[in-house]
C-alpha cells in the first residue's frame, strides 16, 4: 500500500464511523430510496393521498410496535400484540350500537386484561415471555373464535367516530386523524422512556435484570406495568385497524405480528434488551409500510409479498447489525 | 454411603422434572382410557399416528434450543414441505414416493442449514431470523400449492399410519416411525462429538469457543437437523391427512405447540439444558390434550383455550417452584 492510499482509507473508514455513531440517518436513508423506489413504480404515489395511505398504515403499526419496544428494551416480547389488537377491535365492533365512547373503552378493556395477565404470567410467576404471550394468543383466538358465535353475535361494523379516527383525515384530506394518535402515543413513550424513572429501570432490567434486582428494583412491578402499557396500546393499534377497515373480523391484525417486531428489530431495538429507542421504531414502521405500499403497487400476489417483506426484513435487519458493529 | 445418597439426590433433582412429564404422561393417558366407552387398538394407532408430526417437530426444535437459538420458522416449515409433498407426490408409485420424501429431508435440512449460516454470518438474533423465514417459507408454500389438495402414495400412508387411508387399527409402523427418529436423535445428542458440540454451544458460547468448539459448525447443524425433523414433520402430515394445507394458521399454531412442548419437557430457552426425550413425552402431551378434550365433549374452540392455560398454569407452577430453590439457596 502506499502513503497516498492512506488519506482516502481513513476517510472512509471516518463516514463509517459516522453512520454507526448515528445508525438513525442510515434508516432515514432506506426511507426515502424507498419513498422514490416506490414513486418510480407509481408517480401518482408522491403526492398528500398517496403518502397519506402510507401513513394511515403506519399509524397502527407503529403504535403495536410500540409495545413491542418497550418490552423488548426489558429483554421481552409480545407475540400476543395482533391477537389482542383483533380481539379489542372485535369488542368494539360489537359494542358500537351502545355508542363509540363506550365501545373504545370495552375495547381498550379487553387490552387492559390480557396485558395485566401477561404481566402477572411474566412478573410475578416468571413464565418466559414467550410462552406466556404465544399461549396467550392462542387463549384468545380461541375464546374469541367460541365467543362470535355466543355472546358476541351483534355488530361487525365500527361506529362512525372510530371510522374517522382510523381512516379519516383533517386538513384538506391531506393528514390523517390516526398519524395524529400516533404522535400523542410517540411523544407519551419517548417522555416515558427517556424522562422518567420507569424509563431508566426499564433499560437496567434489559440491560442486566440480576443486578436491577439486587439494586433494589421490584422488577415484577415494572413487567406488570409495562406488559399491561403493552396489552393496552396494542388494543388501541386495534381499534384504529378496525376503523380504516370499517368491519371487524378475527383476522383483522393477524398480519401484523411480524412488522410489529420488525419495525422495533431494524429500528436498532436489540431483542436481548436495554439497547434501544421508540425514535427508531418510529422509522422501522414507515419503511415497512412504504415497503407495503411497493409490494402492492407491483401487484404481484400475496404468496411472493410474503417471501419478499421476510427477505427485506431480513435484509434490514442484518445490515443495521452490519452497520451498529462496525464502530 | 452418603455419596450414593447424595448422587441419588442429585439424579432426582436433575431428572426430576422429566419424570414428572412421563408420570403426567401416563396419568393422562390412564385418565383418557377411562373417560372414552371403548379403548382398543384404533385409539392407539389413531393417538400415535396423530402425534407424529408434533414429536418430529418437537425433537427438532429441542436440538436447535439447546444449541442456543430458537426456530419460529419450524411450523412454516412443516406446512412448506407438507404443500411441496404433497405437489410432487401425487399419483407417483410409492418407490418414487420414498425417493421424493428423502429429497424434501435433505432439502429442508439444507434449507435450514442456510438459516443457521445466515444468522452466524449476520449476527442478527435468532428470534428475528426464523421469524423473517416463517413468513418466507408459508410465501413459498403458497406459491407451490396455492389451496389444500395434491396427494400421495398409500405406501407413503402406511408407512407413517399403518393403513392406505389413514383410518387402521394396526400401529406397528407409527410405533416404528415415532421410535427411530427418537432414538437417532437421543443418541446423537447424547452420545456424539457433535452432539455434545451443540450441548456445549447452547450452554455457554464463549466457554466452547476457547475450548476449541467450532461454535459456527454447531449452530449449522443444529439448524439443518430441526429442518430435517420439520421436513419430516411435514411428511408425516401428508402420510396422515392425505394431502397438502398452505394455511398459514396451521405453520403458527405448529410452532407454537412446539415450542411449549419443549419448555414443557424440560428443555430452557436460554440453551444447553434439557433432552431430547422430555422433549418427546410433553409433545404427546400437548399433541394427547386434545382428544382428552373431544372426549370430554368440549369443543374445539373452548379445547384451544383450556390447551393454551394449562400450558401457562404449568410454566407458572414451574416458575414458582424455581423461585422458592431459589430463595431456599
Given at each position: 500500500m502506499t502513503v497516498a492510499d492512506l488519506p482516502g482509507v481513513r476517510r472512509q473508514a471516518a463516514s463509517m464511523r459516522l453512520l454507526a455513531d448515528h445508525p438513525l440517518w442510515v434508516l432515514g436513508g432506506v426511507l426515502v430510496v424507498l419513498i422514490a423506489i416506490t414513486g418510480a413504480i407509481?408517480?401518482?404515489?408522491?403526492s398528500f393521498s398517496g403518502l397519506r395511505n402510507t401513513v394511515l398504515l403506519a399509524a397502527p403499526l407503529g403504535i403495536m410496535a410500540a409495545a413491542q419496544t418497550l418490552l423488548m428494551l426489558t429483554g421481552g416480547i409480545d407475540l400476543s400484540v395482533a391477537m389482542v389488537a383483533t380481539g379489542a377491535a372485535y369488542v368494539a365492533g360489537n359494542r358500537s350500537p351502545s355508542g363509540a365512547l363506550i365501545a373504545i373503552a370495552s375495547g381498550l378493556l379487553v387490552g387492559l386484561i390480557a396485558g395485566a395477565t401477561n404481566g402477572i404470567g411474566v412478573g410475578i410467576f416468571q413464565v418466559n415471555p414467550l410462552i406466556m404471550t404465544l399461549a396467550m394468543a392462542a387463549i384468545l383466538l380461541g375464546l374469541f373464535t367460541s365467543w362470535a358465535q355466543t355472546i358476541f353475535t351483534g355488530s361487525t361494523t365500527v361506529a362512525p367516530l372510530i371510522k374517522t379516527l382510523g381512516g379519516g383525515s383533517f386538513f384538506g384530506n391531506r393528514v390523517p386523524y390516526n398519524a395524529l394518535i400516533w404522535v400523542g402515543v410517540a411523544l407519551v413513550v419517548m417522555w416515558l422512556l427517556k424522562r422518567t424513572g420507569l424509563g431508566r429501570i426499564t433499560y437496567a432490567i434489559g440491560d442486566n435484570p440480576i443486578a436491577a434486582r439486587l439494586s433494589g428494583v421490584r422488577v415484577w412491578q415494572v413487567h406488570l406495568v409495562l406488559y399491561t402499557l403493552a396489552g393496552l396500546l396494542a388494543a388501541l393499534a386495534g381499534i384504529l385497524i378496525a376503523g380504516r377497515t370499517g368491519a371487524v373480523d378475527l383476522?383483522?391484525?393477524?398480519?401484523?405480528l411480524l412488522p410489529s417486531v420488525a419495525a422495533a428489530v431494524i429500528g436498532g431495538t436489540s431483542i436481548f434488551g436495554g439497547v434501544g429507542s421508540y425514535s427508531g421504531t418510529i422509522l422501522g414502521a414507515l419503511i415497512l409500510s412504504v415497503l407495503n405500499s411497493m409490494l402492492t403497487f407491483l401487484n404481484v400476489g400475496q404468496a411472493i409479498q410474503q417471501v419478499v417483506y421476510g427477505l427485506i426484513v431480513l435484509l434490514l435487519a442484518w445490515l443495521y447489525a452490519k452497520v451498529t458493529t462496525e464502530r | 454411603m452418603t455419596a450414593v445418597v447424595r448422587r441419588r439426590a442429585l439424579n432426582l433433582r436433575r431428572h426430576g422434572w422429566s419424570i414428572g412429564v412421563w408420570l403426567l404422561l401416563a396419568i393422562l393417558i390412564g385418565w383418557y382410557v377411562l373417560l372414552i366407552p371403548r379403548f382398543g387398538s384404533f385409539q392407539i394407532a389413531s393417538i400415535i399416528k396423530n402425534s407424529l408430526p408434533l414429536v418430529y417437530l418437537a425433537i427438532g426444535q429441542a436440538v436447535i434450543v439447546i444449541t442456543g437459538g430458537i426456530d419460529l420458522g419450524a411450523g412454516a416449515m412443516l406446512v412448506l414441505t407438507n404443500s411441496t409433498s404433497a405437489t410432487l407426490m401425487q399419483d407417483q408409485p410409492f418407490l418414487v414416493t420414498i425417493l421424493i420424501g428423502f429429497g424434501i429431508i435433505l432439502g429442508a435440512a439444507a434449507l435450514n442449514g442456510f438459516v443457521g449460516w445466515i444468522i452466524n454470518v449476520s449476527r442478527v438474533p435468532d428470534i428475528v431470523v426464523t421469524l423473517a423465514t416463517s413468513f418466507i417459507y408459508s410465501g413459498l408454500a403458497l406459491m407451490i400449492l396455492p389451496g389444500p389438495g395434491g396427494g400421495t402414495s398409500a405406501g407413503f400412508r402406511i408407512l407413517f399410519t399403518g393403513s392406505d387411508d389413514g383410518t387402521?387399527?394396526?400401529f406397528g409402523f407409527s410405533l416404528g416411525m415415532l421410535l427411530v427418529p427418537v432414538v437417532i436423535a437421543a443418541f446423537f445428542m447424547r452420545r456424539s462429538r457433535t452432539g455434545l458440540s451443540l450441548y456445549a454451544t447452547g450452554s455457554d458460547l464463549n466457554a466452547a469457543y476457547l475450548s476449541g468448539v467450532d461454535i459456527r459448525r454447531a449452530k449449522v447443524i443444529g439448524y439443518a437437523f430441526g429442518g430435517a425433523m420439520a421436513g419430516l414433520a411435514g411428511l408425516a402430515t401428508v402420510a396422515i391427512t392425505g394431502s397438502g394445507d398452505p394455511r398459514f394458521s396451521i405453520g403458527a399454531n405448529a410452532t407454537l405447540n412446539s415450542v411449549a412442548a419443549i419448555v414443557l419437557g424440560g428443555v430452557a430457552l436460554t440453551g444447553g439444558i434439557g433432552s431430547v426425550v422430555g422433549a418427546v413425552a410433553a409433545a404427546i402431551i400437548v399433541f394427547f390434550l386434545s382428544p382428552i378434550l373431544s372426549a370430554m365433549g368440549i369443543d374445539p374452540n373452548t379445547a384451544q383455550v383450556v390447551q393454551g392455560s394449562l400450558i401457562v398454569v404449568v410454566m407458572m407452577i414451574a416458575g414458582l417452584l424455581a423461585l422458592r430453590r431459589r430463595r431456599a439457596k
Open positions: 407509481r408517480p401518482s404515489y408522491l383476522q383483522l391484525a393477524s398480519t401484523f | 387402521g387399527t394396526s
